[in-house]
């Protein structure tokens, strides 16, 4: 079954850092890219980062609203994502999903066919 | 940014009605348009991508349509499990979403 499972969110004070892990199965992880999508508590949607595959350098882009705050990297031996988040506000509060990108093999973030769970992380004092 | 508008924001309808939500780009962005549901406590699941390709497993009573700046979802006959909420999102840049269309029970 192709699968993807968020871990690592919890409660953590405004300013703090919290790592978020994404671990695959079901599918050959290396191929594809990966996005963090998040939703606020009774709000939207909202992108906020990609991670390419190998083939594309493994390069990343950020949402304007956690550019140099928040960095995604992959571990593909071991087929997890994961979503480092430095200096942490309020307004990150979220639930956080990790997706796969429909297509193999891509250099852009186009449509998202698989979502984990999410992982809730509440930034407060 | 490219801005998605979403309309209605919500609305109440009735099983085995046929209901349209529709969704405009702030600029074109041609057919880089994907649709998703989501319930209560769920994660999202995409419906249809490409603006018309219905994704796998995906019944076909959901249909999408519509290029450059609008774009329109449409369920041809309600059934009790299509009451949720619906996005559009596109893909021509950076991905945005829209606000959400919730279908409610009448």
């Known amino acids: 079954e192709v699968q993807l499972v968020e871990s690592g969110g919890g409660l953590v004070q405004p300013g703090r850092s919290l790592r978020l892990s994404c671990t695959a199965s079901g599918f050959t992880f290396g191929d594809y890219a990966m996005s963090w999508v998040r939703q606020a508590p009774g709000k939207g949607l909202e992108w906020v980062g990609f991670i390419r595959s190998k083939a594309y350098g493994g390069t990343t882009e950020y949402a304007a609203s956690v550019k140099g705050r928040f960095t995604i990297s992959r571990d593909d031996s071991k087929s997890i994502a994961y979503l480092q988040m430095n200096s942490l506000k309020t307004e990150d509060t979220a639930v956080y999903y990790c997706?796969?990108?429909?297509?193999?093999?891509?250099?852009?973030?186009?449509?998202?066919?698989?979502w984990g769970q999410g992982t809730m992380v509440t930034v407060s004092s | 940014a490219i801005r998605m508008t979403q309309s209605p924001s919500s609305f109440s309808a009735s099983t085995g009605d046929r209901v349209t939500i529709t969704c405009r780009a702030s600029q074109g962005i041609s057919s880089y348009l994907a649709w998703y549901q989501q319930k209560p406590g769920k994660a999202p699941k995409l419906l249809i991508y490409a603006a018309s390709t219905l994704q796998s497993g995906v019944p076909s009573r959901f249909s999408g349509s519509g290029s450059g700046t609008d774009f329109t979802l449409t369920i041809s006959c309600l059934q009790s499990e299509d009451f949720a909420t619906y996005y559009c999102?596109?893909?021509?840049?950076?991905?945005?979403f829209g606000g959400g269309t919730k279908v409610e029970i009448k």
């Open positions: 997706t796969r990108d429909i297509v193999v093999v891509t250099a852009i973030p186009g449509a998202f066919d698989i």
């Open positions: 999102q596109q893909y021509y840049s950076y991905p945005t």
